[in-house]
T-cell receptor, first 113, second 114 residues
Framework: NAGVTQTPKFRILKIGQSMTLQCTQD?????MYWYRQDPGMGLKLIYY???????DKGEVPNGYNVSRSTTEDFPLRLELAAPSQTSVYFC????????????FGDGTRLSIL | GENVEQHPSTLSVQEGDSAVIKCTYS??????FPWYKQELGKGPQLIID?????GEKKDQRIAVTLNKTAKHFSLHITETQPEDSAVYFC?????????????FGGGTRVLVKP
């Protein structure tokens, strides 16, 4: 099993550009999450989904959008990139049952210049 | 909401010594406490977790202790090896409609010197 796969691994954007960070998992997990990790900091939750067609905001949702049309995929979209969105983005998934661990992808390193 | 604080932010130990990382949490409803290890360029990997009905859990050289009354939990690594060098994160959560929506500590960078 590949687990959680994120693409691209690296990207540089200009201010005002848009892009979509891709995330797919092959573990048939219902719950999926997007986090951002700023240098020297912990992870902060951006958005999450408890199943196809259902999404909700996390701690830092401003400037981002998500969709969940299938169980496997959970893309994160930046509409108008800003320097404050320079970060490493991690996608995670879990079975969602009580105390089941989250499995993380290897991240997308995004720079906004 | 939940707030998790983690100390120290950096930790340097000699190979073979023990390393201890401490976390405190604010929400008394939290009942699940995972620890993640993050190597350079990789995503966090779960190394051990503990539920609120258990005070201690051990897995080979790694152990975690939980004090619910004081709302703190700790990671203990014994007989450290160079491959233990990484960033470690603690997290806390209470299971709800969002599954295990984790709140992370700020991380501890551990360096094991040979």
């Amino acid at each position: 099993n590949a687990g959680v796969t994120q693409t691209p691994k690296f990207r540089i954007l200009k201010i005002g550009q848009s892009m979509t960070l891709q995330c797919t998992q092959d573990m048939n997990h219902n719950y999926m999450y997007w986090y951002r990790q700023d240098p020297g900091m912990g992870l902060k939750l951006i958005y999450y989904s408890v199943g196809a067609g259902i999404t909700d905001k996390g701690e830092v949702p401003n400037g981002y959008n998500v969709s969940r049309s299938t169980t496997e995929d959970f893309p994160l979209r930046l509409e108008l990139a800003a320097p404050s969105q320079t970060s490493v983005y991690f996608c995670a998934s879990s079975q969602g049952q009580l105390n089941q661990p989250q499995h993380f992808g290897d991240g997308t390193r995004l720079s906004i210049l | 909401g939940e707030n998790v604080e983690q100390h120290p932010s950096t930790l340097s130990v000699q190979e073979g010594d023990s390393a201890v990382i401490k976390c405190t949490y604010s929400d008394s409803a939290s009942n699940y406490f995972p620890w993640y290890k993050q190597e350079l360029g990789k995503g966090p990997q779960l190394i051990i977790d503990i539920r609120s009905n258990v005070g201690e859990k051990k897995d080979q050289r790694i152990a975690v202790t939980l004090n619910k009354t004081a709302k703190h939990f700790s990671l203990h690594i014994t007989e450290t090896q160079p491959e233990d060098s990484a960033v470690y994160f603690c997290a806390a959560t209470s299971f709800g409609a969002a599954g295990n929506k984790l709140t992370f500590g700020g991380g501890t960078r551990v360096l094991v010197k040979p």
